[in-house]
């Protein structure tokens, strides 16, 4: 199998992975434990982060995009697939950004506390846009708050499946 062929593969695969974690986040809200409206655990951000290591940018991003339009004909609307979209391209643009600092400045955990974080600035500016107020940011500190933890809770994850899925050539 060439190269490009095992890319793509590889791609449809994590999509179809990212896919499954978004359908199953939304089975077991986590709001129901943590009342704070709309709170997730970004289980998706999970595949971006390992995307993002061990292909490239231009991968991470197909990966992502697909992922939020499938998710949002499937499970959402348009207001959702806007929401997810730039709380997406925002996290994967910071994580993208620090992470060639990995190892000397800020670790894969920091890196997805980060991403979890800009996340919730891009889901807020999208916010503001479709209800035309700049009320909606009074919510942000709360995300911010709540990305710290799902943040770190993710970037374990992400960094225990890198850690173990390093021995398979992408």
């Not at 997810?84 to 890196?111: D, E, F, K, Y």
């Amino acid at each position: 199998m060439n190269i490009q062929t095992r890319r793509i593969a590889a791609c449809g695969l994590l999509t179809a992975v990212a896919l499954v974690l978004s359908l199953v986040e939304r089975m077991f809200p986590l709001s129901a434990a943590v009342p704070i409206p709309g709170i997730k655990l970004g289980l998706a951000n999970v595949v971006t982060l390992f995307a993002l290591v061990r292909l490239n940018r231009r991968d991470a991003l197909a990966i992502l995009l697909i992922r939020v339009t499938l998710a949002s004909v499937f499970m959402g609307s348009v207001t959702s697939f806007l929401f997810a979209l730039s709380g997406g391209l925002l996290a994967m643009l910071t994580m993208s950004l620090l992470l060639p600092g990995r190892g000397r400045w800020v670790s894969l955990v920091g890196v997805s506390i980060a991403g979890a974080a800009a996340h919730n600035i891009g889901q807020i500016c999208a916010a503001m846009l479709v209800l035309r107020s700049v009320y909606a940011a009074a919510y942000l500190p709360l995300l911010l708050l709540s990305a710290l933890a799902m943040g770190f809770s993710t970037g374990i994850v992400s960094r225990v499946t890198i850690e173990h899925l390093e021995k398979i050539p992408f």
